[in-house]
């Protein structure tokens, strides 16, 4: 299992974020394995990575073999894999750390636990972290997959580490719910037993952590009681019947919307776990090869990097190692550090070395990007060109498109059909306007 989250991770992280247009678009094929990033992003050098190799998630996965042994300081289990996340992030002003993508909620959480130090058992866990993305779940199948006892409660004390609101620590203790049941089933799934079994236990654990943490949540005034996961569980049995990928995912992503998401939810590999952990479970317990599977979660972009690594190891406690590519096992770098730390759990140094040179190859891989990048801006400034501001430099008045509404509207607006027409308007004429810049600049490339 363990594996099969290292090969996900691997395979997921050169699309992550990308969505599906964009992919078919770059590459005019589909994804089949792991991809050279060279070949995706020649202008973009932050986004190439090693093929084979896996992002942050992987990483907490190292950490997570803390929990096979004890590390003397009498902390439980999710808060020593707190300690060891810290001691495997370094220091905080140090030029490259073992991280190299980590998810807003860890950064966050290894800040508080640097600056907090020396710890008390409750300084590892989150107070105040409002977001509900599928991060907390890359925790989920560790525990599982080392055979602890109560996997689904570790699970969810795990997700604690960087989430605080219901829904991202529910998802971690269905994902490993789910992988448990799976294991239990034997070589024949029933996917409606085993549904009629994971919805009640999920339902069952939210209530739960409604009432222990309630009054939490309104000291944060978080007020209302928060929508659970196992209300867009309820109507996957159906949808395993009919075998409608299509309705699905519709059905998926409307009932992740009525969760009330921050940022809409457009396709069920987004980050809000009301969509991906629902389609996760279709997928696992659904009729499709394990290898056509990971591909179309490939190929549908979003939040790839987490989503196939969760996916591949519910796969593989369903259908056994052998029903993957051994040139996947083969491509994935991490695999033989992987089996070292699991004849030695406690070896956090040969991750951390091994880590860091994968960075260092990382950044060699990217210095040619940087300097032909500088190259081209030098031939543009030399020709009286501007500088085209990335991303991260446009303000919002110079952004391609309209921001999104709840940033602007005012409460009660969002149905209003004037206001709706206005946004469909701006975010028209944004587009249109973009497009036109677009030409514009290639057509004085080639002039050039």
């Known amino acids: 299992m363990l594996e099969a989250m290292f090969l996900g991770a691997a395979l997921g992280r050169p699309c992550n974020g990308l969505k599906r247009g964009h992919l078919q678009q770059l590459l005019g094929a589909p994804i089949e394995g792991f991809l050279d990033g060279r070949i995706l992003f020649p202008n973009r050098p932050e986004r190439n990575v090693l093929p084979g190799l896996h992002g942050a998630a992987g990483t907490m996965v190292f950490a997570s073999l803390a929990m096979c042994e004890e590390d003397g300081a009498g902390r439980s289990p999710a808060a020593q894999v707190g300690a060891r996340l810290l001691e495997l992030s370094g220091e905080e002003d140090q030029e490259s750390v073992v991280f190299r993508s980590p998810g807003r909620p860890l950064r966050d959480a290894l800040a508080r636990w640097r600056n907090e130090y020396p710890w008390e058992e409750s300084d590892f866990f989150a107070r105040e972290e409002p977001r509900e993305g599928i991060g907390a779940a890359t925790f989920a199948l560790v525990p599982s997959a080392i055979g602890m006892q109560q996997a689904p409660g570790v699970a969810a004390r795990l997700a604690r580490l960087t989430h ?109 776990v009301g969509a991906s952990i629902p389609w996760l479970v279709y997928r696992a317990l659904g009729t499709l090869s394990p290898r056509n599977a990971i591909e179309d979660a490939l190929n549908r972009g979003g939040e790839t990097g987490a989503v196939v690594s969760l996916l591949a190891a519910l796969l593989v406690c369903r259908h056994d190692r052998q029903f993957l590519p051994d040139e996947w096992y083969a491509g994935t770098l991490a695999l033989p550090l992987l089996y070292r730390c699991l004849d030695d759990p406690g070896g956090a140094n040969g991750i951390i070395a091994a880590e860091q040179r994968w960075s260092a190859m990382e950044d060699a891989l990217r210095d040619p990007l940087r300097k032909e990048l500088r190259r081209q801006e030098a031939a543009d400034a030399a020709a009286g060109r501007p500088r085209k501001k990335s991303h991260l430099e446009e303000d919002q008045e110079e952004a391609k498109f309209a921001p999104p509404p709840h940033l602007w509207l005012k409460p009660g607006e969002e149905e209003d059909p004037e206001k709706k027409r206005i946004l469909k308007e701006a975010r028209g004429k944004r587009r249109i306007d973009w497009k036109e810049s677009r030409r514009k600049d290639e057509r004085e490339r080639r002039r050039d």
């Open 164 to 272: 605080t609101k219901l829904a991202p620590v529910a998802a971690a203790y269905c994902v490993a719910r789910t992988a448990e049941l799976i294991c239990n089933a034997g070589k024949k799934i029933d996917s409606s037993a085993i549904l009629k079994q994971l919805i009640p236990a999920v339902r069952e654990f939210e209530a739960t952590f409604i009432e222990q943490h309630s009054t939490e949540w309104e000291e944060l005034g978080w007020n209302g009681k928060p929508p659970t996961l196992s209300c867009t569980l309820e109507p996957l049995a159906a949808l395993l019947r009919e075998e409608n990928d299509s309705l699905a995912e519709k059905t998926i992503v409307a009932g992740a919307a009525e969760m009330n998401p921050v940022c809409a939810v457009t396709h069920v590999q987004h980050g809000f």
